[in-house]
């Protein structure tokens, strides 16, 4: 019998770490936020697959490298205790590569979906942005929009952030 998992699906930037107008790119600009680390470990010991997916348009435009973003996602997980199982990225920038993994695209969900067999109903998403939510959606996951900065409407699920995401909706 194949083992089926459950998974949540995470934006970094805005979700795991403060955001910034001009990317996270460098360690000394990283800054996780609070409760970050307690959400993902209750979510481990719930036994749930962590797999970040972000948008990495920064790369594309020649800001910064891929090598920096492996950089800054070792220091994610140095800083939250190695939770998350794996980190996709989408290298693109939608006004220069056109491509299905950059969100609102589904590839980067898709890859992941069929790596860890995952089971897409006892799956969330957890974004800070409606492009973030939209892939999840499409496949059939639910969704939570976090930090909302942005003042998006999304009537589904609204939590302050990660923890309040966990504590209110996925272990509730």
């Not at 001009?22 to 959400?39: C, F, Q, R, T």
């Not at 974004?127 to 900065?149: M, Q, S, T, W, Y």
Request: proline residues 2%.
């Amino acid at each position: 019998m194949k083992i089926v998992n459950k998974c949540v699906f995470l934006d970094r930037d805005g979700v795991l770490n403060n955001d910034r107008v001009d990317y996270v790119y460098k360690i000394d600009d990283l800054i996780v936020k609070n409760g970050v680390s307690e959400a993902l470990k209750k979510l481990k010991a719930e036994g749930y697959l962590l797999i970040v997916i972000t948008n990495q348009s920064g790369i594309d435009k020649g800001i910064f490298t891929e090598l920096d973003v492996n950089k800054v996602h070792d220091e994610i997980q140095s800083r939250t205790g190695r939770c998350i199982d794996e980190f996709y990225i989408s290298i693109f920038h939608r006004t220069i590569t056109k491509s299905l993994a950059t969100k609102p695209g589904s590839l980067l969900f898709e890859k992941a979906i069929a790596k860890y067999n995952i089971d897409i109903a006892n799956s969330w998403m957890v974004g800070d942005r409606l492009r973030d939510l939209e892939p999840a959606n499409k496949l059939g996951i639910k969704g939570i929009l976090v930090d909302n900065e942005y003042h998006e409407n999304y009537p589904e699920r609204e939590a302050k952030n990660l923890l309040d995401a966990v504590d209110r909706y996925i272990l509730n």
